[in-house]
């Protein structure tokens, strides 16, 4: 007996299924997306995006993961068995890519991304800006952290050790519980911050710093009073403050201030102005041209009582006693008698000795007082001159 001719698929027919096939499977395994570049896909294996951005001074740094939980797939509970065995220590062998041991991928999915807008340095090493592939090799008591040229790739399979840009380092911390795998800004300083991966009962952190960042604010500040911010005679003034509130290029600082002075169309000669560059020719050591600087701020027009007393007291906090006094008493012959001009008038004839005169101006400037904690103050300054103390050393 013969057997019926059996009806079989052509061969572009099988391949269409076994195409349909593996698709359904890789759906089914959660690995669709990876095989679909450019669609809009749910997450591989249901780890979600995640990102952090800190600002450290004038750098960006941003980190980009798929963010892996403890509990398993299919439900079980993993605590007590990633460390060292979802993630191994040391270097293994993925089982796919080029074939070499690889490092954690530090996260899950395609590469950990890290991002850095500005050169800084990684637990004291220098990494130039950029975009890196984020690994970790994990261990027990040191784990190392290796920034991969190669930003683009799918997990660590086809890490290549040739490409790394720097390794640090660093020790893993024992930490508080948390089921999703996520970055966290730590400490923060002004020029520094304690990145960290925290997951499961562990958390491994790594400092970024900025070593320049003066030099960073700096050559922006310059960019951008090349453009409209440099149109108006209080971005030079701040620029010239940037400078020396921070002590770095005082020269520069100068120069932004003369401009906030005398540039056309923008500059403007003003108590504010004219302070400013005083104050900057005070820190390169120029006394003779400060003093000139202060003494026209202190009389130009737009200069108030207040502002020319405070600017004395400041004097006075840095040990410019004699042209504290100078200005106090400018100060008087300008504005008269009354506040704060009698407060001034105490504090010169105090420094300068005088007690009795200087208790006569605190009691007339107690009766002025605007508010109880100026009469209370004024209150302590009487009874220190009464006792022939100087109440600037202590008041």
Same mark, same amino acid.
């Given at each position: ?245 921070? $002590?770095?290029?005082?020269?520069? %600082? /100068? #120069?932004? +201030?003369? @401009? &906030? ?76 008698? $009354?506040?704060?001009?009698?407060? %001034? /008038? #105490?504090? +010169?004839? @105090? &420094? ?44």
């Amino acid at each position: 007996m013969l057997l019926p001719e059996l009806s079989l698929p052509s061969p572009s027919a099988r391949l269409k299924t076994l195409a349909a096939s593996t698709l359904l499977a890789a759906a089914a395994t959660g690995t669709l997306q990876a095989q679909s570049p450019g669609l809009t896909l749910p997450p591989s294996g249901g780890n979600q995006k995640g990102s952090i951005l800190q600002q450290i001074g004038p750098v960006e740094v941003r980190i980009d993961y798929s963010s892996p939980d403890v509990t398993g797939p299919g439900g079980q509970d993993r605590r007590g068995q990633i460390w060292g065995q979802l993630v191994p220590y040391g270097l293994t062998n993925l089982g796919f890519g080029n074939g070499n041991p690889g490092p954690w991928r530090a996260g899950a999915n395609e590469n950990t991304v890290f991002t850095v807008s500005h050169d800084v340095e990684v637990e004291g090493k220098p990494l130039a800006a950029g975009t890196y592939g984020l690994h970790m090799i994990a261990d027990e008591k040191e784990w190392t952290i290796i920034f991969s040229k190669n930003a683009s790739s799918w997990g660590s399979f086809f890490y290549d050790p040739a490409e790394d840009a720097l390794r640090v380092t660093v020790r893993p911390e024992k930490a508080e519980y948390r089921e999703w795998l996520t970055y966290d800004a730590l400490d923060r300083q002004p020029t520094s911050a304690k990145l960290a991966l925290h997951w499961e009962e562990l958390r491994v952190p790594f400092e970024v710093s900025v070593p320049e960042a003066n030099d960073i604010y700096l050559t922006q500040i310059r960019e951008d009073l090349r453009g409209s911010a440099g149109f108006t005679w209080q971005n030079w003034n701040a620029a010239a403050q940037f400078c020396l509130t921070t $002590g770095h290029e005082l020269e520069q %600082g /100068l #120069a932004f +201030a003369e @401009s &906030a002075i005398s540039a056309p169309f923008v500059g403007q000669e003003n108590f504010t102005t004219l302070q400013t560059k005083a104050a900057l020719l005070n820190a390169l050591s120029r006394p003779a041209e400060a003093k000139v600087a202060l003494d026209k701020a202190a009389r130009h027009p737009t200069a108030g009582p207040q502002q020319v007393h405070t600017l004395a007291r400041t004097l006075q906090g840095q040990g410019m006693t004699a042209l504290a006094v100078e200005l106090f008493l400018l100060n008087a012959e300008r504005f008269g008698e $009354g506040w704060p001009m009698n407060v %001034g /008038l #105490a504090r +010169a004839h @105090s &420094a300068q000795g005088d007690f009795k005169k200087a208790l006569k101006y605190a009691r007339a400037a107690h009766e002025d007082a605007p508010d109880p904690l100026n009469k209370g103050n004024l209150e302590k300054v009487i009874e220190i001159l009464e006792s022939g103390r100087d109440f600037n050393a202590t008041n």
